[in-house]
């Protein structure tokens, strides 16, 4: 009998090391910039609201204590706000985590997840790492199409994956088309309806998933404080599901996975509405004006209802966008190459300050001049 050759180190599973890091947006330019504009991660340009700032500087002298293990406040400040019974709320460490948690919950090897083409490359790492297989649906004029989302579902599917508007397109699915996707899925598959950008949008037919959640037991809808509330450094997540999805997650996330400064300044945000108008009003202003100069510049834009803009340039690699990307780098601004997301010629951008929207037009104009 040939023996096994001996292990010389630890090897982690089958698996895993075919599993592609996430690489977050940089947020440093070249040497001697004295001054950088990060605009690859979505945050807020107007940053945290000042009672969620007051509320963690109060915190400071009572580090020592643990946090509330339920995020009780929080949980019934996001239902209070969103009219949402809060023993359907459960509270994680960005939405990044409760994706996680979904997928090492409802994913086994031998089981397949559905995401759309230019999907969050989070659904895919998940998956594999739960040991399933991810599935494809190829997307239609750069938005998700609900009949490649039904074609790719088979009796292996387990979880649905839709981000409702997408990253980095900024396109959204109409809640009729997301209603007619959750009447053609199996009862055991879950659909995840990521919200992490919903409260950017401004449509009539547009809904972010609580009715549908509500009235039945195979949707959950993910959101987060990063975006909208400023509050990306704190990491705060939360989930609406039914009661026997966050009987799950309740069992399967770690003891205390909150912390006591993301309570305190998540429930000051979640209470500031006049900042989220604030937010959602600069951010409706600074986008039109953003389109309309990068349409003048010759520059295509996917029409986006988030806070960000997906900017496509010429196949000129002169002109293209990593030449793009190294003028305004080297500029002090930060943009988001989105390669990896199938979009290799565009780069992704999210609505700043004035002064750094309109810096970035007066350099993409000397750019596409030289």
């Known amino acids: 009998m040939t023996k096994a050759p001996e292990q010389i180190r630890p090897e982690p599973r089958a698996g895993i090391m075919e599993i592609a890091a996430y690489v977050p947006g940089k947020s440093t330019a070249g040497a001697g910039v004295t001054k950088v504009h990060?605009?690859?991660?979505?945050?807020?340009?107007?940053?945290?609201?000042?009672?969620?700032?007051?509320?963690v500087k109060a915190l400071a002298g009572k580090m020592e204590f643990y946090p509330d293990g339920s995020s009780s406040r929080l949980r019934q400040a996001i239902a209070a706000v969103h009219g949402l019974n809060p023993a359907n709320i459960l509270c994680s460490n960005g939405s990044d985590e409760l994706i996680g948690l979904l997928a090492q919950s409802y994913l086994s090897p031998g089981d397949e997840a559905v995401y759309t083409?230019?999907?969050?490359?989070?659904?895919?790492?998940?998956?594999?790492?739960?040991?399933?297989?991810?599935?494809?649906?190829?997307?239609?004029?750069?938005?998700?199409d609900?009949?490649?989302?039904?074609?790719?579902?088979?009796?292996?599917?387990?979880?649905?994956?839709?981000?409702?508007?997408?990253n980095p397109t900024g396109t959204y699915l109409p809640f009729e088309e997301v209603r007619r996707l959750h009447a053609a899925l199996p009862r055991n598959v879950l659909l995840v309806l990521d919200g992490a950008y919903a409260e950017y949008v401004r449509r009539n037919d547009y809904e972010s998933g609580v009715e549908l959640v509500a009235g039945n037991e195979n949707v959950v809808m993910t959101r987060t404080f990063s975006k909208i509330h400023g509050l990306g450094g704190m990491r705060i997540g939360w989930i609406y599901a039914p009661a026997h999805v966050i009987d799950v997650l309740e069992r399967m996330r770690g003891p205390f996975n909150v912390n006591a400064a993301a309570i305190?300044?998540?429930?000051?945000?979640?209470?500031?509405?006049?900042?989220?108008?604030?937010?959602?009003?600069?951010?409706?202003?600074?986008?039109?004006?953003?389109i309309e100069q990068f349409t003048a510049l010759g520059l295509r834009v996917t029409p986006s209802v988030g806070n960000f803009l997906l900017i496509?340039?010429?196949?000129?690699?002169?002109?293209?966008?990593?030449?793009?990307?190294?003028?305004?780098?080297?500029?002090?601004?930060?943009?988001r190459r989105v390669a990896g997301y199938g979009f290799p010629n565009a780069l992704r951008m999210t609505i700043g300050t004035e002064e750094a929207n309109r810096g970035v037009i007066a350099a993409l104009t000397e750019f596409l001049k030289s």
Do not use: C
């Not at 399933?132 to 998700?144: D, H, I, L, Y």
């Not at 300044?265 to 009003?281: I, N, S, Y």
């Not at 496509?312 to 943009?335: E, K, N």
């Open 312 to 335: 496509h340039f010429t196949d000129d690699t002169r002109h293209g966008a990593a030449a793009a990307d190294d003028y305004l780098s080297a500029r002090g601004y930060i943009l």
């Open 146 to 166: 609900v009949d490649n989302i039904i074609a790719a579902v088979t009796p292996k599917t387990k979880i649905v994956f839709l981000a409702n508007p997408n």
């Open 38 to 55: 990060k605009l690859s991660s979505n945050e807020n340009p107007l940053g945290a609201s000042p009672h969620a700032i007051e509320a």
């Open 264 to 290: 305190e300044a998540g429930v000051a945000a979640m209470q500031d509405r006049a900042h989220v108008e604030r937010t959602v009003a600069h951010n409706a202003q600074w986008s039109e004006w953003l």
């Open 117 to 144: 083409e230019h999907g969050f490359m989070v659904y895919k790492i998940y998956t594999q790492a739960a040991g399933a297989t991810p599935v494809v649906a190829r997307e239609t004029g750069e938005k998700a």
